[in-house]
Every structure is written in structure tokens, then in C-alpha cells.
């Protein structure tokens, strides 16, 4: 009925409230063995998962390829995503950083992406790099400033508390001499990006949190893009930045590839020079639309990295709730079962989530709920169960009055795409 799980060593000697404990521990401390924390982490159960977002990774990624994946693939990958982003952390900043010295760092990530970005800095207009909350990111601006680049990096608030901690706890690593991170989430916080890409610096950031003053979730300098075939609200402040002042975006992803970290870049858009009234808001559509689609293709090829996709919920537009007539419904419906066909859950859009006595559907696509009252739990796990569903034998089974209320709700369900025809007499819609 639930998403499938993922397999994990058996642990039953140790309660899942000790594991999350000593996972939570390690996790804020920077002399713990690299190994013991990744093979504890990696170890976790997906019920133990369940606090650092392994519902709203799955949500997301159905959303996205729920139409092309299977429910198994979706369930691995939100899985090794929610994993991605508690070891990512927890590497660049507890394992990395503390053990940096006053010599600066080799690079971390294979790739041209340094050679790249230098190349750039040499037309004089500065560049924009841009990444996304992807498996690997934090190195990408370590690499350039170590490289000798000046790098310039926007944080959320919670994160430019994670760098100044680092900071204060090792500050003559040589890291801290190139690289120069604010909080825009502060008032004025991007005025320095704007004064380094006056200099010809890079500013670099990882633009799927979508934060600045005004929050996640605020209007101010977005863009509508498609990721995926799905409609998102995304930040453009950075690529207006570039318009201003002409420099070139990059943008790259940091995954894993064939057992190393590895950077991949994608299309240079570079504005020639800087840009003013309709050419400046034409380019910062185009490069802004240029970059997701470059996410997008990194995410069908390695969407177990996407550590960010927790938060995705919170940018993507939801596709309008449309109803079908319940008349046609029941008519469609009823001749389906009659020929032998049943009905089942959508599952290429419906998660189920759980409640205190109650079970909760939601539509990945449109955001909305459907709650099962504890009457009802039946029906919702035999919907849930795509192997068997609901048909008429099943139905005929129930006395008169529970069976009316069964297939209404079962009518209203098919009315919202929450249920769809299964059998020898499948429907095409």
C-alpha cells in the first residue's frame, strides 16, 4: 500500500529511537570515521528515513517521472536522495572542512569545470556559475576558490551559519582567502556579488532553493520555467545580475560517476556585454529556461543525487485540479467492471501518506488530498493494491448500503484521476 522500501541490513538488535540518536550524534561531530558515519547512514531503515524527508523526496521525484518510472525505481532513488543529502552535508562540512590546511586543496571535483570557468574570467565581464542542490555542490566553489579564483557564494541563512562556523573553527584554512559567502537572505546581501562581478570574479550559487529576501516562496524576480514538463517559479536575481553587468553563465552539476566525484557543465550563455530594458529581460528568460533544462537533464540520469528535490514541492507549480463528470464516471466505470476490468490507485500520481487513523492520498501533480475515514480503510488498501484493485466480485461482497457508499467514493476518486482502470478492459483515458 505504501511506497516500497528500499533494502537495508537487518538492525533488529538496536531500536530505530538508539540508531537515530547515534546517527544524529555522528552527524554533529567532526572527529567521527568517514566510514562508520556512511555505512551507519546508509544502513537506516526507510522508516528511519522518515525524518530527514524521505516522503517529500518521494512526492517529488512521482511529480516528475511518475509517468515514465516505476513505483520501485522512484522509491530507490528518493531513498539514495534522502541519503545524498544527510552525507553530503555532513562530508563537505564536519569531514572536509576542518581537516583544510594553510596550502590550498587539490581539486575535489574531476572535470573541466575550473579550466572552464577561467576561461571565461579572461573576456573581463566576470561569471555566473550555477549549480543546484545536487550530490556534490559544495566542492564546486571550493575547487575554484582553492584554484585561485575569487569566488563569491549566496547563502540561505541557516547555510551561511553552517560556513561561518567552519570558518571560525579553521580560519587559516587557505579556502577562506578566495572565497567570499553572504547571507542574502540579510538586507544588502547581494550587494557584494554585484561588486565581485564588477571586479571580473565569479559568483556561484546553487539556485534550486530559490531563497532570498523575500524567502522561498516569495514573488520577487522569478520566472516561470519547465522542468521536466513541469511548470516552476524560480529565482532570477543572479541571471539579472549577469544581464547588468554582461558576464557569461555556466552551469554544472557535481555527481558521482564511476566511483569519483565529477563535474559536468552545461550550455554558456553569455550576453555579449551588458544589457539593458527588453534584450536584458530576453536573455535572463532564455539562460534562466537553459539552465533548469540542463538540471533536467541531469536529473533523468541521476536523480538518487538530487538532494534538493526534498524541496521541490515548494517551487514547482501545481498542474490546475480538473473533474470529470461523476454521470460519465459511474457509466465508463460500470461497464468497465462488468466486463471483467477493476480499479486501482493512480499510482503515477497518487502517494499515499499516513495519518493517525486515517489514511491520506495526495496528487503529486495537483497538490490535492483525499482523506480515507477509518470506515473506509478497507477500500483504500484494496485501491492501493495495484496487483488486485477493486471489482465487482469484491464490491458484491459488501452489504447494499456499504457498497453505495464504496462506489460513490470510487466515482468521486475516478472524477479527480485518483483512480484508474486496470484489466482485460483497461480504459484508455
Not at 546517527?23 to 566510514?35: E, P, T
Request: with cysteine; aromatic share 8%.
Amino acid at each position: 500500500m505504501t511506497m516500497p522500501q528500499g533494502t537495508a541490513p537487518d538492525n533488529a538488535a538496536t531500536s530505530t529511537s538508539t540508531r537515530l540518536d547515534r546517527v544524529n550524534h555522528l552527524l554533529a561531530r567532526s572527529d567521527a570515521s568517514k566510514s562508520e558515519v556512511f555505512d551507519l547512514v546508509q544502513s537506516l531503515s526507510d522508516d528511519e528515513l522518515l525524518p530527514f524527508g524521505l516522503r517529500a523526496y518521494r512526492l517529488n521525484l512521482l511529480s516528475l517521472f511518475g509517468r515514465d518510472w516505476s513505483r520501485e525505481r522512484i522509491a530507490r532513488a528518493a531513498r539514495a536522495a534522502a541519503i545524498s543529502k544527510i552525507l553530503g552535508g555532513w562530508e563537505y562540512h564536519q569531514h572536509y572542512l576542518p581537516r583544510l590546511t594553510q596550502a590550498p586543496d587539490g581539486p575535489q571535483l574531476k572535470g573541466e569545470h575550473v579550466e572552464q570557468v577561467r576561461a571565461l574570467l579572461e573576456r573581463g565581464r566576470g561569471v555566473v556559475g550555477v549549480s543546484f542542490h545536487f550530490g556534490h555542490m559544495r566542492f564546486l566553489p571550493s575547487d575554484f576558490a582553492h584554484a585561485g579564483i575569487a569566488t563569491h557564494l549566496p547563502l540561505a541563512s541557516d547555510s551561511y551559519n553552517d560556513y561561518w562556523t567552519a570558518r571560525a573553527s579553521n580560519p587559516d584554512a587557505a579556502l577562506w582567502k578566495r572565497l567570499n559567502f553572504v547571507d542574502v537572505e540579510a538586507r544588502a546581501g547581494a550587494i557584494g556579488l554585484a561588486k565581485g562581478l564588477a571586479r571580473g570574479e565569479l559568483a556561484f550559487s546553487t539556485i534550486d532553493g530559490n531563497t532570498g529576501s523575500d524567502g522561498t516562496r516569495g514573488d520577487a524576480r522569478r520566472s516561470t520555467v519547465a522542468l521536466l514538463g513541469r511548470e516552476c517559479r524560480v529565482k532570477n536575481g543572479l541571471f539579472a545580475m549577469a544581464a547588468r553587468f554582461g558576464s557569461p553563465v555556466i552551469p554544472m552539476v557535481a555527481h558521482h560517476l564511476d566511483g569519483e566525484r565529477a563535474c559536468r557543465t552545461g550550455p554558456v550563455h553569455d550576453p555579449g556585454g551588458p544589457l539593458r530594458g527588453a534584450d536584458a529581460e530576453r536573455f535572463v528568460e532564455e539562460a534562466v529556461q537553459s539552465a533548469y533544462t540542463f538540471l533536467g537533464e541531469a536529473l533523468n540520469a541521476y536523480a538518487d543525487e538530487w538532494c534538493g528535490g526534498d524541496l521541490f514541492h515548494q517551487w514547482r507549480l501545481p498542474i490546475p485540479s480538473t473533474k470529470h463528470p461523476v454521470e460519465e464516471i459511474e457509466r465508463s466505470l460500470t461497464e468497465h467492471l462488468r466486463t471483467g476490468g477493476r480499479v486501482a490507485m493512480d499510482t503515477r500520481r497518487i502517494i499515499e501518506l499516513p495519518g493517525d487513523n486515517d489514511i491520506v492520498w495526495t496528487d503529486a501533480m495537483t497538490g490535492r488530498c483525499y482523506k480515507f475515514p477509518f470506515a473506509s480503510i478497507d477500500l483504500a488498501t484494496r485501491l492501493a493494491d495495484e496487483s488486485q484493485g477493486v471489482d465487482l466480485q469484491w464490491l458484491d461482497r459488501h452489504p447494499s448500503d456499504e457498497r453505495s457508499r464504496m462506489w460513490s467514493l470510487i466515482c468521486q476518486l475516478a472524477s479527480r484521476d485518483a483512480v484508474r482502470c486496470h484489466g482485460s478492459a483497461e480504459a484508455t483515458r
